[in-house]
Nanobody, 123 residues
């Protein structure tokens, strides 16, 4: 089992940047594929980005491709999401997730979730 705690959210102006972190504790972090998802008010949770166990493969939603970068530091048991050129439509609660299976865009493939961190982008 793994526990996940997100941090780094906040209020930023459009065009700005934020870096989210997800600290993992418990079972060996490197055994999990990891992902970021987000949920805007009144909307369903959606896929943002995913990364393989080694960090060698990454995947992005079309809406964030070229602006967001997912990475991980297995030595520090931490997942990151660098978010640049933020837009008001990026406003959401961002969740990190860990899964036993290969990195995926599907929520059902993830076994553990953090509590989320709020990102608000003002226009």
């Amino acid at each position: 089992q793994v526990q996940l705690v997100e941090s780094g959210g906040g209020l930023v102006q459009a065009g700005g940047s934020l870096r989210l972190s997800c600290a993992a504790s418990g079972r060996t972090f490197s055994t999990y594929a990891m992902g970021w998802f987000r949920q805007a008010a009144g909307k369903e949770r959606e896929f943002v980005a995913a990364i393989s166990r080694s960090g060698g493969s990454t995947y992005y939603a079309d809406s964030v491709k070229g602006r967001f970068t997912i990475s991980r530091d297995n030595a520090k048991n931490t997942l990151y999401l660098q978010m640049n050129s933020l837009k008001p439509e990026d406003t959401a609660v961002y969740y990190c997730a860990a899964g036993y299976r290969s990195s995926s865009r599907e929520e059902s493939m993830y076994n553990y979730w953090g509590q989320g961190t709020q990102v608000t982008v003002s226009s």
